[in-house]
């Protein structure tokens, strides 16, 4: 970015670009350079960023500042850039290969990819999909995509372009339209994975409950151009049944679905139900987290039999917690060859019985004749 005065006004202020890397600014008055948290200290209003300069700074009387830095330019991200890749020349990984390196790198386990403003993109909404699992070998992710809504504007038109789209997996959970919030319009999948988070914050970081029928506290749902979008019951509902959520104004916009991408085509219960698959995403992943220690130590029948009893104590744990209604891990002799005995190869089998949403509550209602019989 080229020098830009800016003017001061009590000592404050902000600078009319959002795009400014700030690691980078570099701040003069009157030709001199100032220090931030020395002369002034540095805040943002609505991404802008605000220049307030201290009392006992060198520039406390100042009425212009000169701000100069580098800035970001989001023109040149294009999906390409998200999908990214390996550079066989270098060795590194870029945009959504290097998903691998977020367990190496931070020691924590990815749960939910999102990619605002381009996973409505066929060609990334495919690689989002196919990195949702593998992951270093031994993780899965779930992930959020979005549908086009300058190509689907219509609720009627969803499972034509679902197809055109290619989602399919029981990882992935579509959201159709976007989403308004102060004027500013956002991206559904931006919505839905803070509602995701915030479910699961209050379910003590357990992903077994929906998103579906929370708040998702956005002002109207709309499609790109900032044109409303007001679906009823009904019409939400049959956006749902090709696998796709949607927000529905009930008291407050909520996000409403609880089926993955792969339905309809699947009925199979764990596919079927994103939460469900959420579920035993998670416990796939604590499962390798909590035994990876064991690998390596002594194979025999009491060192598994301990892994199995710790395995059902916490188990145990989620059925007295209602998280689900059953879990358990069984070792079956059956299962291993002779081989896979010599070799040190443990097969356990994982049982789990999460509970499925809540779809529909129907009364039905009589007229009680009877009780106008009864003599007052």
């Given at each position: 970015?080229?020098?830009?005065?800016?003017?001061?006004?009590?000592?404050?202020?902000?600078?009319?670009?959002?795009?400014?890397?700030?690691?980078?600014m570099k701040v003069t008055a009157d030709g001199a350079e100032l220090v931030n948290n020395k002369d002034y200290v540095l805040t943002f209003d609505e991404d802008f960023p605000v220049i307030t300069l201290l009392l006992a700074g060198s520039a406390a009387e100042s009425t212009e500042l000169v701000v100069s830095g580098d800035q970001v330019d989001p023109s040149m991200i294009t999906e390409d850039t998200v999908i990214?890749?390996?550079?066989?020349?270098?060795?590194?990984?870029?945009?959504?290969?290097?998903?691998?390196?977020i367990y190496p790198v931070l020691n924590v386990v990815g749960a939910v990819l999102a990619a605002p403003g381009f996973s409505h993109h066929p060609k990334v909404?495919?690689?989002?999909?196919?990195?949702?699992?593998?992951?270093?070998?031994?993780?899965?992710?779930?992930?959020?995509i979005d549908v086009d809504t300058e190509k689907c504007k219509r609720y009627d038109d969803i499972q034509r372009y679902k197809e055109e789209l290619g989602v399919s997996s029981k990882h992935a959970y579509v959201i159709l339209p976007m989403a308004k919030k102060d004027g500013k319009?956002?991206?559904g999948s931006a919505v839905v994975a803070a509602t995701v988070e915030e479910t699961d914050a209050a379910n003590n970081d357990m992903p077994n409950v929906s998103p579906s029928n929370k708040l998702a506290y956005i002002d109207e749902a709309c499609l790109a151009d900032g044109t409303t979008v007001l679906l009823d019951m009904q019409q939400a509902n049959a956006v749902n049944a090709y696998g796709?959520?949607?927000?529905?104004?009930?008291?407050?916009?909520?996000?409403?679905?609880?089926?993955?991408?792969?339905y309809p085509e699947t009925k199979v219960l764990d596919e079927k139900y994103w939460s469900v698959n959420r579920f035993f995403t998670w416990k796939g992943n604590t499962f390798v987290l909590d035994c990876v220690n064991r690998i390596?130590?002594?194979?025999?029948?009491?060192?598994?039999?301990?892994?199995?009893?710790?395995?059902?104590?916490?188990?145990?744990?989620?059925?007295?917690?209602?998280?689900?209604a059953g879990a358990s891990v069984e070792f079956r002799r059956e299962d291993h060859s002779t081989d896979d005995i010599m070799c040190g190869n443990i097969k356990l089998h994982i049982s789990l019985a999460p509970y499925l949403p809540m779809e529909a509550i129907t009364?039905?209602?009589?007229?009680?004749?009877?009780?106008?019989?009864v003599p007052v």
């Open positions: 970015m080229d020098d830009l005065t800016v003017p001061v006004v009590n000592r404050v202020a902000t600078i009319p670009n959002r795009n400014l890397i700030t690691t980078t990214g890749g390996y550079d066989a020349e270098t060795g590194t990984e870029s945009g959504l290969e290097a998903i691998r390196k909404a495919a690689v989002m999909q196919s990195k949702c699992e593998h992951i270093n070998g031994n993780f899965t992710m779930d992930c959020l319009v956002l991206y796709v959520a949607t927000f529905l104004n009930m008291d407050g916009y909520r996000v409403w679905g609880n089926y993955s991408a792969a390596d130590t002594i194979n025999n029948i009491r060192a598994i039999e301990a892994l199995v009893d710790e395995e059902n104590l916490k188990c145990n744990s989620y059925v007295s917690a209602g998280v689900c009364a039905l209602m009589d007229f009680d004749l009877s009780a106008l019989k």
